[in-house]
């Protein structure tokens, strides 16, 4: 079941008849507009949430490169001693 021609022609006859003829080209224009910036609003939103996603990994990247785990430090200090071997007990 859909709208057949019949249904969009009773449609567009009330339309006619409730607006006018004068008024029908003014509200298609107005609603051309509303549509036009709709999409506008919405490929600018689109626009900054990609930047901020971007900006936000950046952030989040430049953190976890600056911040070295103390542990991992500390294990690769263990692993050397001041002799210069590797720690392992090849006599």
Known sequence: MGIGWTEILLIALVVLL???????????????????????????????TEDLIKETEKHAEAASKAETPPAAQNKSD????????????NA
């Not at 003829?21 to 003014?26: D, Q, S, T």
């Not at 263990?78 to 007990?89: F, I, L, M, R, V």
């Open 18 to 48: 409730v607006f006018g003829a004068k008024r029908i080209p003014e509200i298609a224009k107005a609603l051309g507009r509303a549509s036009f910036e709709f999409k506008k609003a919405r490929a600018e939103i689109q626009k900054e």
């Open 78 to 89: 263990e692993s050397k001693d001041t002799t210069g071997n590797d720690g392992s007990a």
